[in-house]
């Protein structure tokens, strides 16, 4: 018996004892007979292209040889379920749909660039990895007239692909430059059919069905759109193309919408109306909305062969709007409908249309919540179902809806067939199985196993961690909260509120006039300083200490500065945490307001046990802290004051902003440093906000993270506490390890300090609204250390110079909160050596604020975010050249660390004791958790023991390099035992 016919054997049997108890036809056995030696399933069914590819799929389940049997399922089953999901083992963003022979198939993309075709039954018919980097968009058409649809796929990297629907395979690809491809369609005129695709150049171009460019139109040539607010003028009359989308006429054509935007946070656009290959519109609709637009489809109102346009808004409000748009009428004729009473949260909003008793429905989804409403769109008729999770997109097949991935790092497509009762019960109760379940299951055996952890007696107490912003008042939450309270020196949870009222005083005398009559305006001023000490003073009884907003980018002085000496006074010791969100003005007159209000306010506080929490945005720990107002800062005079923080929503530098805060902490800058978990950090891309992950084991591991890095100040948005309380028991049982900054040994040999910044490299990382600002020619001859940071760039290509790709290996401009950084963390310090130094700060040295290894073994760069410079100042050096002398540094230098770690994770090592140190590491794939191997290893060190601390296994410690298993979502600290002491 040849191999071919023993493996054909064993399916067969595996087949035929796992399901023998189904009721399988003898067609549909014979069918199996005649087409199981097509299938090789340790391919893990590669190239399934009959009709029976259905009813199979590969399971690591009951395998009779080798790592894979084939499952068998009568899809015909699924076609009767009202819901099912598929596990494609991937986290899946977009979902769409394709024909080929006449047959429907799903096609998705994950959120690691791979684009699959995937069956109604479950299987994987194709994969294709692409480039890597994210799909902003999918669509699905027959360009060749062959009966089989292509894929067309907008990429992140700046390329348009298309795949043969049938293998999987690029077709051909086309690109024009580096900015993301941002969307893509096909419009079909009098028996032609082009291919138009969109991105951040603000450009469209019209393909053939070979990838061959025919025409392409600026926006500058037709836009109507105007930025406001100052924008230089050079801007106005540009957009990109947000979506674009083929409209069906009634005689059969299509004509293109564009839906041109110039604001991805703000801007609502217009519809720009094209008849297919022309250069200018022919008719130009100007949207309104209550805030920027994020999703387009269409559906035939009214069965008359023309479609209506339906848009959804992208908001972070506690409402979501749909606007619908007759392209055959005037802007005044805008139906729009607002969703209310949805709660806090941050929503996409998705509809599509279905028949619901032969009479058409809206089905409109935004974030957990599903609407079905009336076509009237004026509310009646409306049903509301909501469901604990939210999805990545929505996409409609004749009666189906196809719901991507749960938002919260789920792996499964979800079908709901609207036409089977029962199916609106089914959607309300989904609880995903595949990744979703993995992370649960796992969180739950680390808690379990936690219990049972006692912190040893070689390590030190754990130092304070100040839970600033936790909801502690109910469930499991005021449970464990309590147990630690009672139990535990730290965490510790701090008292206050957040409060609409700011104080009403007499500003006359300030001498900077525009903050003179800077305001926040959601606040009222209506309040006295008797009444504002009234409102905040309450907050400690009862509690160990407060944090509460004292200021805002937006008002720093909403409480004049004797209010807040008053509170601080009333504080009598208790610690008092006064918030800063959002100071990112690096304007002469916010220099200013350093001198009246900060500094002075710091001053106050010495020796009060008060802290100030700069909140800021942006590039400022990596860039405008290191701009001469903030020198006394900088310099060390406040260090027991100020606390570096981040709001890092619609930022794309997450993993430079922990090299930039924790180099200002380990220089001796600061004494603390602080960090911030909210629901709409994901939402790099405010056009597109799926950000309402339910679930959110995305902040349990950036926190974990940010903590095992030496964080202690913690303003988290409170989400699921139920959930986060594990958080809070693992530092309280000393097992999440918090370093001292003397303790942690895997910051990299390497430095890089920052001078005085580059004037368009702070302009650049904050410049995150308006998404027009591409410059081809300034790109391509100005290189940057730091680059590709304002909102052309979303989800973009990081350059092989950037600084964020040679020491943090981060490729994109995306969500990187948990960089891998194989050769140590490369942290963005002070200067330390020559001219641009300050040999007489307060703060010292950097080496003798580090663990003592370091001594004699740093070597600095200094760049001011442009350029790299000798430290003398007499040299400059190119980003693009120089980065290589860096990189390499970098690269030799890591073997002097102890321990070093390559993989999708994210990981710190600290020393616990003489004899011990505590490898954390972290599941890296932040919105895209997955199990993950971590390859270790020992540089300079020869250990006794490695040994996880919470479920006990043991790694080998004679082994150079080992290889460490991260379960999905979670974790492993490992307690690495030496010899003798380090």
Known sequence: MTNTEMKIKCILGVVLLVFGLMNVSAQQKKALSNTEALYDFEENGKGWNTDHSDNFSPTDEKSASGSYSMKFSNYSEYKKSAYYSINTGHTIMKVRTAVKDSQKYLVAASYDGIVMGVSYGGNILWKNNLSGYMIHDIWCDDIDADGKDEVLVANADGTAYCLDGVTGETKWEYKRNDTPMYSVCTVTSNGSTYIVCGGMDLSISYLSNTGAMLKNIHSSTYSEEKPWGGVDAKYKFLHYANFLRPIKKQDGNEVLAVHGSNNHMQGKGSIYLFNAFEDTPYKIIKLSANTVLGDLKVSDLDKDGSEEIVMGT????????????????????????????????????????????????????????????????????????????????????????????????????????????????????????????????????????????????????????????????????????????????????????????????????????????????????????????????????????????????????????????????????????????????????????????????????????????????????????????????????????????????????????????????????????????????????????????????????????????????????????????????????????????????????????????????????????????????????????????????????????????????????????????????????????????????????????????????????????????????????????????VKAEIESKSSLLPITVEGDVAWVVAQTSPTHLRLTIIDGGYLNPNDRIAKVTFNTINPTKVTDILDGKSFDANATTIEVDIPCGTFRFIDVELPSAL
């Open 314 to 885: 992208s908001a972070h409000y506690k409402s979501a709007e749909i606007v619908r748009v007759d392209i055959d009428a005037t802007a005044d004729d805008l139906v729009r409908y607002t969703h209310t009473g949805m709660g806090f949260g941050y929503f996409v909003t998705q509809t599509e249309m279905i028949q619901e008793d032969n009479v058409g429905k809206y089905v409109s989804i935004s974030g957990n919540h599903m609407f079905l409403l009336d076509t009237a769109l004026d509310g009646s008729g409306k049903e509301e179902l909501e469901c604990f999770y939210a999805f990545n997109d929505l996409w409609k097949d004749g009666d189906k809806l196809i719901l991507a991935s749960v938002q919260s790092g789920g792996s499964c497509i979800h079908v709901l067939n609207t036409e089977i009762s029962g199916w609106k019960t089914a959607y309300e109760n989904i609880s995903p199985e595949g990744k979703i379940q993995d992370i649960i299951d796992n969180t739950a055996s680390a808690r379990t196993n936690l219990a049972s952890y006692s912190r040893p007696d070689y390590e030190r107490e754990p130092v304070p961690v100040y839970m600033m912003t936790e909801s502690i008042e109910s469930g499991v939450a005021k449970q464990v909260a309590d147990n630690i309270k009672a139990n535990y020196n730290s965490p510790i949870f701090l008292g206050g509120d957040h409060t609409n009222k700011a104080e009403d005083w007499d500003r006359s005398g300030m001498e900077n006039e525009k903050y003179k009559n800077k305001i926040d305006g959601r606040r009222q001023y209506t309040y006295t300083q008797e009444q504002c000490l009234g409102l905040i003073t309450p907050w400690y009884d009862g509690e160990e200490g407060v944090a509460y907003w004292g200021g805002h980018g937006n008002d720093p002085y909403m409480f004049q500065l004797e209010t807040t000496k008053k509170v601080i006074d009333h504080a009598a010791g208790k610690k008092t945490v006064l918030i800063y969100p959002e100071l990112e003005d690096e304007s002469e007159d916010f220099a200013w307001v350093i001198e009246d209000l900060f500094y002075p306010l710091a001053e106050y506080s010495k020796s009060k046990n008060t802290n100030i929490f700069v909140r800021t945005k942006h590039n400022f720990w990596q860039g405008n802290i290191y701009m001469p107002m903030w020198e006394k800062a900088l310099d060390g005079d406040y260090a027991e004051i100020f606390v570096p923080s981040m709001e890092e929503t619609t930022d794309k530098a997450m993993d430079i902003s922990i090299a930039g805060r924790s180099g200002v902490w380990a220089s001796g800058a600061v004494d603390s440093w602080g960090t911030r978990s909210v629901p709409d950090n994901p939402s790099f891309d405010r056009s597109r906000q799926h950000s309402h992950q339910r679930f959110p084991n995305h902040f349990l591991r950036h926190m974990m993270y940010h903590m095992a890095s030496g964080a202690q100040y913690i303003n988290n948005f409170p989400v699921y506490p139920e959930y986060m309380s594990f958080l809070w028991e693992l530092v309280a049982k000393g097992a999440l390890y918090v370093p001292k900054r003397n303790e942690i040994l895997s910051y990299s040999p390497v430095h890089v300090s920052m001078q005085n910044p580059d004037t368009h490299y702070i302009e650049e990382g904050s410049s995150l609204k308006w998404s027009i600002f591409y410059d081809k020619e300034f790109e391509e001859n100005n290189p940057f250390v730091f680059s590709r940071q304002n909102s052309t760039w979303m989800a973009a290509k990081v350059n092989p110079w950037d600084f964020s790709n040679y020491a943090g290996n981060v490729k994109d401009r995306r969500q990187n909160y948990l960089p891998n950084y194989p050769n140590g963390l490369v942290l963005i310090t002070p200067p330390q050596e020559g001219v641009f130094s300050n040999q007489t700060a307060t703060r010292g040295k950097l080496k003798d604020n580090l663990h003592p290894i370091y001594e004699n073994m740093m070597t600095e760069y200094i760049t001011d975010g442009r350029h790299y410079y000798s430290s003398d100042g007499t040299q400059t050096y190119a980003a693009d050249t120089y980065y290589t002398t």
